[in-house]
């Protein structure tokens, strides 16, 4: 069983930075691509960054695209989400995922999921 806790949410103000985290347990870390999405109030779940299990390829959203850097450190099973730049329609729930496929930014092939930590941006 793979489980996954987010940290680092909160209230910003627009143009500011936050670092989220997403502690990872469970087997084979290095294993998983891992994904952040995010969900805004009566809107759908939508990708923001993807990670390899390596680490050496990552994509982007173009709404995030040199804002948010996504890295992973798998001696700490850790992934982190650095967001800068934020903007008040960054303003979401905040989930980081797992999966066993390839790079993939389809939520639905998202195998594991966090409970999500709230990223409010004030303008």
């Known amino acids: 069983q793979v489980q996954l806790a987010e940290s680092g949410g909160g209230l910003v103000q627009a143009g500011g930075s936050l670092r989220l985290s997403c502690a990872v347990s469970?087997?084979?870390?290095?294993?998983?691509?891992l994904g952040w999405f995010r969900q805004a109030p009566g809107k759908e779940r939508e990708f923001v960054a993807v990670?390899?299990?390596?680490?050496?390829?990552?994509d982007y959203a173009d709404s995030v695209k040199g804002r948010f850097t996504i890295s992973r450190d798998n001696g700490k099973n850790t992934v982190y989400l650095q967001m800068n730049s934020l903007k008040p329609e960054d303003t979401a729930v905040y989930y980081c995922?797992?999966?066993?496929?390839?790079?993939?930014?389809?939520?639905?092939?998202?195998?594991?999921w966090g409970q999500g930590t709230q990223v409010t941006v004030s303008s």
């Open positions: 990670i390899s299990w390596s680490g050496r390829s990552t």
């Open positions: 469970g087997r084979t870390f290095n294993s998983y691509v």
């Open positions: 995922a797992a999966t066993f496929e390839i790079l993939t930014t389809n939520l639905d092939e998202y195998n594991y």
